[in-house]
């Protein structure tokens, strides 16, 4: 019998948190039998959506094409995220298994959207209306399986946001492996890089955030033992990248807008643009459109001029973050943080600014740095069937599926990772 997959991704888990988590009662029955990497290097930019493609592809962003969470929409203050499933340029894990006739569940992992999976539950993101988030999360999701999967979930309506998402997460994960047991699962949480986000990289809320996952580890447990399948079924911790605390905010778009490269009318509306930052929180992408008043160089230049009143650690082009990074797109350059600076996604404002948890990009804590930076994610491993624990320290991102799809024994060849020797055993 072929091995099962549950794969949780915890959001902005670092391998500080294991400490924590190995004296709960579900995170600790998965750590006290398992592998455990630490230190793991992520993909850069250091964001969800394109981490999380990475995770499942075992590919850079230049290959699998997914640079950023959201759409690069000048003059739009939210503009929508990378959703779709195709849109992913490299097969992903669940596609492969499929392609074998296994069956495949995804969970609000990023980017499965529209996947040709058995079951597909989509998130309604923080930027739609409250109100609405059922109506898109059934859009989202496989064809009746939302309105299926409600009774089982029903209690976890009217929580904040990221318990509410989460809840619904653990609650529809253990419907549908005690329902159905599909061959691989994956499921995201995001209460994590909430905590985070909003009260600093390590406080005292980690671990109420972590009892309260817990409790849906241990549904998770519980419905694999129900079934019998748990001796069956290889089962990961996973995270996307780590957090930096941030001490200010910086507006490069209000920057542009003083130097005359950017034009907005009396409400503050776009009018038209020469050079626009595309915020990816602690890092960036300029875009610059040249005409015969501006020049990539002379955008290069103002910036580096002004590189430590901006906060501006790095400046760096698309080579060089191709050679470095594996990360290739249209922008003109990437700027990096200065290590406790965020930059705004808003078009006006004031130049420098306090965090204020607004956003995402204007919180206490944030991400998109480069993946050497601050504390890193873990990559937990519990395989009934392993002979011996390893422990490890230094990993990378793009390891972890086609590690997985050999213990899965399903052919993963050309993507950029390699299967980890040591978790095969
Ligand atoms: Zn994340």
């Known amino acids: 019998m072929k091995p099962k997959l549950l794969m949780i991704s915890l959001d902005a888990m670092v391998g500080e948190d294991l400490e924590i988590m190995a004296q709960l009662p579900g995170f600790g029955e998965i750590l006290s039998r398992a592998s455990v990497v630490d230190q793991v290097i992520t993909t850069y930019p250091s964001l969800t959506h394109p981490v999380h493609v990475s995770l499942l592809t075992g590919c850079y962003p230049d290959r699998h094409g997914i640079i ?43 980017l499965t959207i529209g996947m040709p999976a058995q079951w ?7 930027h739609e209306h409250r109100g609405t988030e059922k109506e898109i999360m059934r859009r989202n999701s496989t064809p009746g399986l939302f309105d299926e999967v409600s009774e089982a979930v029903q209690t976890c309506w009217g929580r ?10 653990y609650l529809a994960g253990e419907y549908i492996l005690e329902k159905y047991r599909p061959d691989a699962t994956f499921i995201h949480f995001v209460l994590m890089d909430h ?15 972590y009892q309260f996952l817990d409790q849906g580890i241990v549904k998770l447990l519980h419905a694999l033992k129900k079934t019998g399948d748990l ?16 001490k200010r905010v910086v507006n490069l778009n209000r920057f542009f807008t003083d130097h005359g490269l950017i ?33 990539k160089e002379q955008v290069y230049e103002l910036l580096k001029s002004r590189q430590v009143q901006l ?55 944030g991400h998109g740095h480069q993946p050497e930076k601050g504390a890193k994610p873990a990559f937990v491993l519990c395989n009934p069937k392993a002979t011996q624990r390893a422990h490890l320290s230094g990993g990378r ?17 050309g993507c950029d990772g390699r299967p980890i020797q040591e978790l095969l055993r």
């Open 397 to 413: 991102v793009i390891d972890q599926a086609p590690t997985l799809a050999a213990l899965l024994d399903v052919p993963m060849n």
């Open 231 to 246: 001796e069956n079924t290889i089962i990961c911790l996973t995270s996307d990248h780590g957090q930096i605390d941030v």
């Open 263 to 295: 034009q907005v009318d009396h409400d503050g509306k776009l009018v038209d643009w020469n050079a626009y930052c595309h915020s990816g929180s602690l890092s960036a992408y300029i875009y610059v459109r040249e005409s015969e008043h501006c020049s």
């Open 120 to 126: 597909v539950l989509g998130r309604a993101w923080i």
């Open 311 to 365: 906060g501006i650690g790095e400046i760096m082009t698309p080579k060089e973050t191709q050679d470095r990074y594996h990360l290739t797109g249209v922008y003109s350059f990437m700027v990096e943080t200065d290590g406790c600076t965020s930059f705004s996604g808003s078009l006006t404002g004031e130049l420098i600014t306090c965090t204020d948890n607004q956003d995402y990009r204007t919180s206490v804590a």
């Open 195 to 209: 905590i985070r986000h909003a009260y600093g990289v390590f406080s005292d809320k980690l671990k109420p955030a």
């Open 160 to 169: 904040e946001h990221y318990e509410e998402s989460d809840m619904f997460c």
């Open 68 to 110: 950023s969470n959201d759409y690069f929409l000048p003059g739009a203050p939210y503009a929508p995220w990378y959703e779709d499933y195709s849109l992913v340029r490299e097969p992903m894990l669940p596609q492969l298994l499929m392609e074998q006739g296994r069956t495949c569940c995804s969970i609000c992992w990023p």
